[in-house]
């Protein structure tokens, strides 16, 4: 189920059933000479709304912009600061809360998200113990490759070149559900280098096409089928488990 | 050109042509008993998407939450405070204005964003205007209703129970693109009432089931092809006008 | 009644016959070549000083400084950033809110206010809706020329070359409230001409000498006081109207 | 001179013979029994407007709304939090500087802003002092009654019965200036008590009346006038000192 | 009794016989030619910790850096910006008000950190005003030279020389507690001049070697002894007294 | 060599010979009912301490509270909220940029501190990534357990029961630098049970005394000693790698 298109009355039907959402969140930014600047953000929708189609779980509007601050180099990047990331946050997950779910869980499709997102329920969860009184709902921040399975398959599906960014996987997955986007381009060499993640600057001298460690080339539409297939299951999963816990004192 | 579906790559070729870019930005809430929760974000996205497939224009990432805290009380309805919306909507600018991109057009689907949209560009300029360096960008905010001869449009298709939310032309744009998620639903009186606009609780109870004014009955997924198609003319038009005002000093 | 000139115990008793008060809010900004730089917040201040000589209305302090980045360009105006603006508002507001005014009036004098009070209401607003309890107060925006009548009568008074900054209706409120400080110059052309508002640079290339569409020679001081009359009998009715909406629940 | 009352290019003009400009700053909170809520805003007001009849210095709109959150028990208190305080100082040095203003003398009327006014200074020059760039002013806080002989007059006048708040001085100087607005009222002890400054809960049951340490019946308008003769003399004085300093490098 | 020293338990078991605790506050700055960088804060800790060996009085950790940024002119200065000390003494307070402290004194050892650290007191308490619920604490400032004694103390050890930053009397403090980090250098003038305090760059222009009035050379360890030993009883006395007055309403 | 036991004269030779500064960075937090509060700051703090021993590496004062939310419902925990924390460790970063400190490594005690420290550090960089102007220097997070060989030496010492928090490995650290203040208690489980973080009325309920999967019985001063050495060989060598690394540009 789709939050964005149901109505008010049918997202309140659901909360009679069920207190949990998954929130798709990721980042714009640019994913090498190939990849798609909406990677990040489109990966987490991708498996998100596969996995609503055979489970009852209820899926939000994709959070599309998160910190890729490093990437801004690049044309095409947006990204939040960690404070307006953390504000974001904070204003989803009080509109949220204020309807009545108590787990919400974050299926992130950015690296360069988690530690924002962690900093974000922190200060979430501070809000509530500095004031005494219980915030009523838990956090879950879930990276889609995390997902039970996911990263053995991609680590099996590319044994060599997967690296960190702009990555096979993640470009197979856009393929997979956006065939008329696929790209092609040269580039050298055919394994990216790696190296530490500081300024925009910095990380464009270091990366001159936006690669880290990674040969997005072995990417094919067939082998982000498979990874979207297997995510959307561990993902109905998380939720099912997460969905079991008590509810938040 | 989709942003999120192109490579930074293409991105910089753009700007070598174009220093314009659109950002369809709108909300997530309560559209009454039949309108979908993502109205108001999807209406801008699905006329800014259509406008691009016949001009050589720039479509960036949707904006999809906005300032909707009257709607709080509805289930399913997002909002962020305006404070947080004006740092979000300065991070987007601001990443976007060190691509290059100078004439930045916000597609808004959202009366009350209004406020706080300009509220967010005057908190830019500023920053400028007490720096004493230009920004270097022009910032525009368009509703897409006020697009050429749209709002002429939607008058004479729902002469009676148009309103102020919840309205059958923005109802009928999203069943033009989402046939799937069409929705009916029982509610009376025909046309609903109108008020001023106030804190959440306040709105909840002048406006019981979320409609202001307006019979989505009266919404035909047609109506909404004709909306959509004018609207995307409209929208190449002012971006064609807003690209060929000078560049910023 | 004039707050600032009463005691906080003539307070506390006029709370128990009404809980209403009226806030003249403005900016300190450049008017063109002959008109005051205080014109925005003194012609709010000159009417509902005006309006409570002969009712039993309550007027608080000006809220002299508003949001006028556009017009940091010209010597001697004085901004507040939307941010600062939204903030500085709050306070006020959860200061009366504190002794139980439910009904806060702002008497506004400035265009490029308008967006940025709106958002500080629905910054307010947010924190009750997202706290879940009630605010306890309604806001209300009134900018002097839309009180009943005037608005008429100020195009009445001046058909041609009335304009949107720099106004003859504005210098006349100010010319009949401050006669010692007429001031007269020479420009051109008569009429100014219009344009988008940008940053402060943009704004000064665009209208040299701070006049937007008008011809501020036109008015008089005999103009304002019919202008001041009218606004204060308006203003007047539009608190009582307010007042008389049932208490915020 | 007064800004609001001058035109743009009058501020121009100033700017060539002189970089200093006098800001009146206080708060509009409780004042006791007999005491004008104004006061502290007021008397700065007052004073300035005064001193710049006989001397060419530019006094500036009054900064009305300070630090008074103990005081808001009260009914007509209105207060800034000290960081939004701290946020609309800062605008209104950034807009004046701007214009090239070097020398910037707060006229306070209220010891509760003292400590939030030079935090603000102090997050002024920070922001200069962590870019490398020099701010290019000079900020100087100035208490109307460290001016030049007044405190002397002061106690001179009330050698018994003076206090903190509420004192005989500060209303006299509002007797003077308002002397239709003077105030009358029964209170005991004769001789309010003293004791901290804490939370408005804690401030209003130390010191019911509003009174700490004065006995305010002892002011008369004419006593007022002589202040305010002293400190309008004091203050040309202190102008000129400030303005003497070289520029700030 | 160190509160980092001792377990959750301990601090249990401490709230059930006293409500106060004392936090050491200083600042990490530039102390001239022979001062340390970090005397601002040693002073105050080593007072406190002094103090403890002889009382049941309980010290929290040393909040180590303040607002300097006057001194960031001078290596090894470190300083927060006024509203970032402000949140963080917010922090602080709400987390141990959480845990039922009621009377937190900061003992203070940095005179350009009292104007910060009473607005964040009055934030603090404006927090409370503005809830309507009382804060349950109150906080009082204490300089360790205005200990009783200690003050009067310091004079009569150094009649000439003393002056305000880089003072003899701190360096002796400091000369006890670490007579391994004495450092000597030669100087002139032998007694520094004095001025007023404005942004770094000005700060380190009028005084090049960082002393303000002062003759750090008359320091000894034995003189720093003394002014321990009494500061440490005024200490003690002075948390005696504020934990005596009635518990916070 | 110590930065606060140093004068500024001291730092700016050492700026002459290196570029880089340790910060040793933690937390104030209950840590079980053997633990003391401040382990996770004097942590740090003992090995960076020890290390300067040995070489020529500048260690800064001790950022002592950190990100400690989920402790606040056990005596004695201080927190900062992330934003707070945040604005913090830019203010001292900003500072110690100015000096021209290139290489600044934070010496972590506290895993919960990771995410806001990161996010602090992308703060950072976005500043200067917004502003299209390089910031100067890299920012290195560094936790003490992962210097070389450290982690492997715990698990060595302590194959049971090491945990993850009130661990023996940082018991016993705090035993081998504060024998005096060597806490015994009896517990049980032995070993403490594991789970999720979330807030602080959920975290004491999941975990009663404070431990998280640990057994801190097993630490001994020793065990602590021979922590300390070898961490204080790894932070020299990682302070040696990171001032290897060119300038940033």
């Known amino acids: ?146 997902l039970e399975g996911v990263n053995e398959l991609a680590y099996q599906q590319f044994p060599v070149g997967h690296g960190s960014h702009a990555t096979p996987s993640e470009i197979a997955v856009t393929q997979w559900a956006y065939p008329d986007a696929i790209k092609s381009a040269d580039y050298s060499p055919q394994i990216a280098n790696t190296g530490p993640i500081r300024e925009a600057r910095d990380f464009r001298a270091r990366f001159p096409d936006g690669r880290m460690g990674s040969d997005p080339a072995l990417a094919t539409p067939q082998k982000g089928g498979e990874l979207v297939a297997l995510a959307a299951k561990g993902l109905v999963k998380a939720v099912e488990t997460f969905s079991s816990e008590p509810k938040p004192s």
Chains 1, 2, 3, 4, 5, 6 share one sequence.
């Not at 789709?2 to 039907?13: A, R």
């Not at 009679?16 to 990721?26: D, F």
């Not at 904070?90 to 204020?98: N, T």
């Open 1 to 146: 189920m789709l939050l964005h298109q149901s109505t008010w009355i049918e997202i309140g039907q659901f909360l009679e059933r069920s207190r949990s959402i998954v929130i798709p969140i990721g980042s714009n930014e640019q994913h090498g000479p190939t990849g798609l600047l909406g990677t990040d953000w489109m990966c987490p929708e991708i498996i998100a709304h596969e996995a609503q189609k055979n489970a009852d779980i209820l899926i939000g509007p994709t959070f599309n912009i998160g910190m890729a601050q490093h990437h801004l180099g690049f044309p095409g990047t947006i990204s939040l600061r960690p404070s307006t990331f953390i504000a974001a946050i904070g204003d989803w997950v009080r509109s949220l809360a204020g309807h009545g779910f108590e787990k919400i869980l974050f299926l992130n499709g950015h690296g360069g998200n988690i530690a924002s997102i962690e900093a974000a329920f922190s200060e979430l969860y501070a809000e509530a113990s500095f004031s005494g009184r219980p915030s009523g709902y838990a956090l879950k921040l879930c990276n889609w490759w995390d």
